[in-house]
């Protein structure tokens, strides 16, 4: 189709333009000599017309060739530099990845360290309670080796397990790393305390209030070792509200005994004062050491204390002190002839010379070996 167009154009050229008259001319002047006719005339046009096309051709053909040469090569470089750019884009692209990726794992590494700190932190307690709770199920010999196995533990209520006597628990007061085994407690009143040999043999009472641990089991937390006896009591009347009294030298035999009472060493040191070994300006009977354990159904002194002053205690002649007698709300003691309440005769009376009951108290014990107080 290009062909007959440039045909056309040509023929054209030749017939209108100037050069184009002179190339005729041009043929005409080598023209045979034998041509002389018009027809003739336009052969040897045409013919040269078409050979001067022909070499148009073969040079536009050339153009074209070198022209779709270029184009391809500036298609290829086009392409080849897209291609360069795309493959910086995704450069781009995947630099950042690689460069955020560890900065993201060493962050995810840091943020997982503060979760386990901060997990440890918030768990740490319940761990301790835990701890606290297992402790609580074992089964110690006595407080002293809650203390000791358990350096987490609380002041609370743990099972001991006492060689000759069922397990049971028991309230331990945990101080400084020591326990104390808290073998009668009382604060309320919610426990009647005027019970027979056998409850005071075996124990009674709720080891979450007032209670009393049983002779048998303080028989066998000392009958092999010497303990130290803390007594501590409260009143309205003591200054500060509460005072202590320590014994160095603690026991009781076996039941045969009667459950006799040993006990010495009062420390001076205490704030309570002496109202088991040693008389008072208001009590002037002897010391209660050697007494054999006395209830209301089994008296083993002379004077029936027992039954006179209500309780479970080792009495002399009825003697300066009873921690079992009978609670009296508000403490005062109304009666004039009987010592009578939970009696405690150094811390009895009050800065009027009335008598009061204490309001609580409680006995606890350790081994003496402990040093730890």
């Given at each position: ?7 056309v ?25 034998n ?20 070499v ?41 990845q ?5 900065m ?5 590494n ?49 099972w ?43 124990g ?26 803390r ?12 005072a ?9 035999g ?10 010495g ?12 070994t040693?008389?008072t ?5 002897p ?50 002839n ?8 150094s ?9 009061n ?17």
């Amino acid at each position: 189709m290009y062909r007959f167009l440039w045909w056309v154009t040509f023929t054209v050229y030749i017939l209108t333009s100037t050069g184009g008259s002179q190339y005729v001319r041009g043929v005409l002047d080598r023209r045979p000599r034998n041509v002389v006719s018009i027809g003739q005339l336009v052969d040897v046009i045409a013919e040269a017309v078409e050979v001067r096309l022909r070499v148009y051709f073969n040079v536009l053909d050339t153009i074209l060739e070198n022209h779709t040469g270029l184009v391809e090569h500036r298609l290829i470089a086009d392409l080849t530099r897209m291609e360069a750019k795309l493959d910086n884009q995704t450069s781009l692209l995947t630099k950042p990845q690689d460069y955020v990726s560890p900065m993201l794992k060493d962050q995810f590494n840091k943020l997982e360290e503060k979760i386990d700190n901060y997990t440890f932190l918030l768990a740490e307690p319940l761990l301790k309670q835990q701890k606290k709770n297992q402790d609580a199920e074992k089964r110690f010999l006595d407080c002293t080796s809650v203390a000791r196995d358990n350096r987490y533990a609380t002041s609370g209520i743990y099972w001991i397990n006492i060689p000759g006597v069922k397990e049971r628990k028991a309230f331990c007061t945990i101080q400084a790393g020591s326990g104390w085994t808290v073998i009668m407690q009382r604060s309320d009143g919610s426990v009647n305390f005027n019970r027979p040999w056998n409850d005071y043999k075996n124990g009674f009472g709720n080891v979450d209030g007032e209670y009393w641990i049983g002779n048998e089991v303080i028989h066998r937390l000392t009958h092999n070792r010497t303990a130290l006896i803390r007594i501590v009591m409260k009143s309205m009347w003591i200054l500060g509200g509460e005072a202590h009294s320590l014994y160095r030298q603690f026991r009781i035999g076996n039941e045969s005994s009667g459950y006799k009472l040993f006990i010495g060493g009062y420390d001076n040191s205490s704030t309570g004062g002496d109202s088991m070994t040693s008389t008072t300006e208001y009590c002037k009977e002897p010391s209660i050491n050697g007494s054999k354990f006395s209830t209301n159904d089994r008296e083993n002194n002379p004077s029936n204390c027992s039954t006179e002053l209500s309780g479970g205690w080792w009495f002399s002649d009825c003697g300066c002190s009873n921690l079992n007698g009978q609670y009296i709300s508000g403490g005062s003691v109304i009666s004039d002839n009987k010592n009578v309440g939970v009696y405690w005769d150094s811390v009895y009376r009050n800065l009027f010379g009335l008598k009061n009951s204490l309001r609580a108290v409680r006995m606890e014990i350790k081994p003496a070996d402990d040093r730890r107080e």
